[in-house]
């Protein structure tokens, strides 16, 4: 009998336990609730999950693969309940948004058996949380970063992108740096940027009036804004050191365009915002 | 006969056009042509517009209604060509995104006759540009901006207000310099920020991974970097102080972020993802 166990079961758990029912890739579910967790026996009477257990150290023992969806910063001790009782079969992986620092806790926390995980990051997902958001293709035809170790034996690798082709995704294997640098620019960066604009507009006087006016530009700019706080803070220390590096490389962009607004320097801005406008409308391409 | 002239006919001029014509608010609606701008001709084949001019100073002589909607840099010519022009019943207004340096712009160039003119900012818009853009309920349920001077008759503001109102929109009155201060913090600054954002990825030497890897967070904070460059350089300089302000209190926000995760004080940044978090998920309510 197979056996997937999930930890962590919100929007990104539910939904991987909807796709793997939909899909029969496991003949059992198992998901583990934490203390003062959200209450998940609504989700096995839904038939999301098969089971719900309090304790990982025991459901490890038989299990195929563990997928560790719960934030970042709780993942660390779970590898260190899990090393004494992991047999040599089983793979993990998990769902984080930074890579480098729970690659780290792998190799710190499995020692020997850190080969045994495979480090994954799903580009999906929504500024809604909980089970209750899951959806069964969340994943589909969506990004997945695999990120092994250097030395990670290649049939762990594969059986991984396997997993997350079964769930809908398309697979690229990155090293977990590089990994960390690209979705601070691309995804941290911004998050923070809208985390900064709201925080911005609701200390000023004029804060009623401008929520009243803000229009569509604002709406879709700040909708990451609403993203959950938990699990943006933990992305800032996680992979704090790309963030800071990029927050300051964007105080330079602004430097730059107050410079170019303060001269009246028309042609330069002009090129400027050209730049930024051109790429955005080939990406949407 | 009744007769409304659009100098401008783009994204803006162009769903006016429409929806006067579904609302027969006017008899004639002449689009006025630059040497070098959108060919007209099929928009008149179409049924937008009646006719279309080169000479803004022969048709005023009879308009009731004059839309100024062509980017914010060429209405300040536009007030000066048309003064010696304007009969006494003629009421202008504009659509620009920025008030304050349009009252000045009408005030020196109609001089006398400046309470003829009611500064508007419709909030309504889109990344895309152009006559063939344009939407018939594009006003529709939208915020409309109208800015009177001090002392501009009641009786003109009315006029203006009930235009907009037949264009589906909702009227508020505002001075320039209040209008001015709260669309740079809602909607000027965080294009810069988006433009900003898409400048920092196109200078990195991982951009190919970056944009081929960018989600649906990216998607939509960075859409109104798609936007006109050219509309967006003249609201940089058109509305200059207010935007050096907000960017560089955005750059305190930016030091302030920095500082949190530098020194690892979970709390304060959680409260301070929370701030923003919670205030934007009641917005959007």
Same mark, same amino acid.
């Given at each position: 009998?197979?056996?997937?166990?999930?930890?962590?079961?919100?929007?990104?758990?539910?939904?991987?336990?909807?796709?793997?029912?939909?899909?029969?890739?496991?003949?059992?579910?198992?998901?583990?609730?934490?203390?003062?967790?959200?209450?998940?026996?609504?989700?096995?009477? =839904?038939?999301?999950?098969?089971?719900?257990?309090? /304790?990982?150290?025991?459901?490890?023992?038989?299990?195929?693969?563990?997928?560790?969806?719960?934030?970042?910063?709780?993942?660390?001790?779970?590898?260190?309940?899990?090393?004494?009782?992991?047999?040599?079969?089983?793979?993990? %992986?998990?769902?984080?948004?930074?890579?480098?620092?729970?690659?780290?806790?792998? @190799?710190?926390?499995?020692?020997?058996?850190?080969?045994?995980?495979?480090?994954?990051?799903?580009?999906?997902?929504?500024?809604?949380?909980?089970?209750? =958001?899951?959806?069964?293709?969340?994943?589909?035809?969506?990004?997945?970063?695999?990120?092994? /170790?250097?030395?990670?034996?290649?049939?762990?690798?594969?059986? *991984?992108?396997?997993?997350?082709?079964?769930?809908?995704?398309?697979?690229?294997?990155?090293?977990?740096?590089?990994?960390?640098?690209?979705? =601070?620019?691309?995804?941290?960066?911004?998050?923070?940027?809208?985390?900064?604009?709201?925080?911005?507009?609701?200390?000023? @006087?004029? @804060?009623?009036?401008?929520?009243?006016?803000?229009?569509?530009?604002?709406?879709? /700019?700040?909708? *990451?804004?609403?993203?959950?706080?938990?699990?943006?803070?933990?992305?800032?220390?996680?992979?704090?050191?790309?963030?800071?590096?990029?927050?300051?490389?964007?105080?330079?962009?602004?430097?730059?365009?107050?410079?170019?607004?303060?001269?009246?320097?028309?042609?330069?801005?002009?090129?400027?915002?050209?730049?930024?406008?051109? %790429?955005?409308?080939?990406?949407?391409?």
């Amino acid at each position: 009998m197979s056996k997937v166990i999930i930890s962590g079961v919100g929007l990104i758990g539910g939904s991987i336990a909807l796709k793997i029912k939909q899909q029969k890739l496991f003949d059992e579910v198992v998901g583990i609730a934490r203390p003062g967790g959200t209450n998940l026996k609504s989700f096995v009477k =839904s038939g999301m999950l098969n089971r719900v257990s309090m /304790f990982m150290e025991e459901e490890i023992r038989d299990a195929d693969l563990v997928i560790l969806a719960s934030p970042v910063a709780q993942i660390e001790q779970t590898f260190q309940v899990i090393t004494p009782h992991l047999g040599s079969k089983t793979l993990i %992986t998990d769902v984080g948004s930074t890579k480098k620092n729970i690659m780290m806790s792998a @190799k710190k926390g499995l020692k020997n058996k850190h080969h045994q995980f495979v480090g994954s990051h799903p580009i999906a997902g929504s500024e809604k949380h909980g089970p209750g =958001s899951a959806q069964i293709d969340l994943f589909l035809k969506k990004n997945i970063i695999v990120t092994p /170790f250097a030395k990670t034996p290649q049939k762990n690798i594969n059986t *991984i992108k396997k997993f997350w082709q079964a769930m809908g995704g398309k697979t690229t294997v990155l090293d977990a740096k590089t990994h960390d640098q690209i979705f =601070s620019t691309v995804s941290h960066l911004p998050h923070m940027l809208a985390f900064g604009l709201v925080n911005q507009i609701l200390r000023d @006087k004029n @804060k009623k009036l401008m929520l009243n006016f803000a229009a569509s530009g604002f709406r879709d /700019f700040s909708r *990451i804004a609403a993203s959950s706080p938990e699990v943006w803070r933990d992305i800032c220390i996680t992979n704090r050191s790309s963030l800071i590096t990029d927050l300051k490389k964007f105080q330079c962009q602004i430097d730059k365009m107050i410079s170019l607004i303060e001269k009246n320097d028309e042609k330069k801005l002009l090129n400027y915002l050209n730049d930024a406008s051109k %790429t955005r409308q080939e990406w949407s391409e």
